[in-house]
């Protein structure tokens, strides 16, 4: 009893031991290219933290804006130095060119959600050859206003008129670095996809679109 018990037993440490191991997996960050895909690339870290960072940054430039903003409004209704200032007609071209931006950069993503590169390659060439006409468009308001005797210190609205357009240049610099970026970066080598790249600089540009159509409509019923 007790010798084929002790047989049955050594059997089964047998079969344990050498059944058991085959099974096992490999521990983690060695071999089978955990950390990367195929090709043996590094895999890209998540997506949604640019999203997240583009999101604050939108939220930094509203808050940025909002205080001038508020004084320009306070101003206006109280000031009894306040002129009203007659904007420049370019302005509104520059405002149609900045919305036809939009549609070209909605555009461009709708042809590489179709995967077709080269069409989203035109239109996203197109959106920064525009975004480029606008700053131009607004170098001209601001020598126009200079040729006509206004300047940043003429009065309380002029001098807003500088600020709100000049900030604005600014900000839409940005866009159009990040509109030359998703133009010429290989992303095949980055840490950040084509798709993400894209997306978070419509959301930019958008943001500037809707944040110029708000400043003009300001300034103009502020007359």
Request: glycine letters at 12%; hydrophobic letters at 45%; proline letters at 4%.
């Amino acid at each position: 009893m007790s010798g084929k018990s002790g047989t049955q037993d050594t059997e089964l440490i047998v079969v344990d031991i050498g059944g058991g191991g085959g099974g096992t997996e490999p521990p983690a960050g060695r071999g089978g290219g955990g950390d990367g895909d195929k090709g043996g690339r590094p895999r890209k870290p998540p997506q949604g933290r640019y999203s997240t960072a583009i999101t604050l940054g939108m939220i930094s430039i509203f808050m940025f804006f909002l205080v001038p903003c508020t004084v320009f409004i306070v101003l206006e209704h109280t000031s009894k130095a306040w002129v009203p200032l007659h904007l420049p007609k370019i302005l509104w071209v520059n405002t149609a060119i900045l919305l036809v931006s939009s549609y070209t950069l909605e555009k461009a993503r709708q042809r590489l959600s179709e995967a077709d590169l080269s069409g989203f390659r035109k239109l996203w060439r197109a959106t920064t050859i525009l975004g480029i006409l606008f700053l131009g468009g607004q170098v001209i308001a601001w020598l126009q206003l200079v040729a006509s005797g206004l300047y940043i210190a003429s009065n309380q609205a002029t001098s807003f008129f500088y600020i709100f357009t000049a900030a604005h240049a600014v900000h839409l610099l940005g866009g159009i670095a990040a509109l030359l970026y998703v133009a010429i970066r290989d992303f095949e080598k980055g840490k950040i996809s084509r798709q993400t790249a894209v997306k978070i600089t419509s959301y930019y540009w958008h943001f500037m679109d809707g944040l110029w159509v708000f400043l003009v409509l300001l300034l103009y019923f502020s007359r």
